[in-house]
């Protein structure tokens, strides 16, 4: 009995928070984002939109955890403040991985779904915060360098989408390599796992678990481009290189850490 109610209660406490998620969204895109319009510097209003979206997503997760719909575990965040842009890559489990991961960076943009820019909830907030779309990897390429050279960290997740299962993963794109080699930028891997899983490819927000889910958040040394590839290699060879190279290295890190289950 009191186990229904105790799933009763978070089966509630998730519909409310999304629920809270999305009217926010939508409020930012119908009434604040006409406002940043009119914001004549462009490089202020990007600051101010960023940090505002920071803290959001900061007293979101902090809400999930208090009403004891989530636990959060971070072990390695100071990897992800390390003060200067850095190209987080990151596995994909759940819908809440980039929620997440901006709530922990403080400056940042990411790589979203070109679906978003339609999304009534999210598009203008993708617009306002000027997120990279991946819905051309060669203006994906140049608009994330451009955030890189702003001094914005970049966040993406190289499997396009959520992640099939538990015990495998998408086959990485190398949008995040390209971005990595042509400005010379440090890469750091970030493992995610969510357990008992939630908000996956299969399983909706109503799927509620018979425990609260805990997102275990581990970030990994940073790791320079140049580690794979030699001077004269040219770019193609080398963001193939620098792919499989991360690849790789998260695989077996999640294995290594029982994220990943054979």
Request: glycine share 6%.
């Amino acid at each position: 009995m009191l186990a229904r109610i105790d799933r009763g209660y978070r089966l509630v406490a998730t519909g409310a928070s999304f629920a809270a998620f999305g009217l926010s969204g939508l409020v930012f895109s119908v009434l604040l984002f006409p406002v940043f319009l009119l914001w004549r510097h462009r490089r202020s209003r990007r600051r101010m939109v960023t940090v505002i979206v920071h803290a959001f997503f900061r007293a979101l997760t902090g809400m999930l955890q208090i009403i004891g719909v989530m636990k959060l575990t971070v072990e390695g965040i100071e990897g992800l403040r390390a003060g200067k842009p850095i190209v987080v890559v990151a596995n994909h489990p759940t819908y809440l991985d980039v929620m997440v991961l901006l709530s922990l960076i403080p400056s940042a943009c990411c790589v979203v779904k070109s679906a978003h820019w339609g999304n009534p909830c999210f598009w203008g907030i993708v617009r306002a915060a000027e997120y990279v779309s991946n819905a051309d990897p060669v203006e994906l390429v140049e608009a994330g360098s451009r955030q890189i050279e702003a001094g914005y960290s970049m966040i993406v997740f190289p499997e396009g989408t959520r992640s099939p299962s538990r015990d495998r993963l998408h086959r990485f794109s190398r949008g995040f390599a390209h971005i990595a080699l042509k400005n010379g930028t440090p890469i750091v891997p970030v493992l995610i796992d969510c357990d008992p899983p939630v908000f996956t490819k299969r399983l909706r927000w109503y799927h509620v678990p018979t425990q609260p889910f805990h997102m275990r958040i581990v970030v990994l040394d940073a790791l320079v481009p140049d580690r794979w590839v030699q001077a004269d290699t040219p770019p193609a060879l080398a963001a193939r290189a620098v792919t499989h190279g991360i690849e790789t290295h998260i695989k077996q890190r999640l294995f290594a850490y029982g994220f990943l289950k054979t």
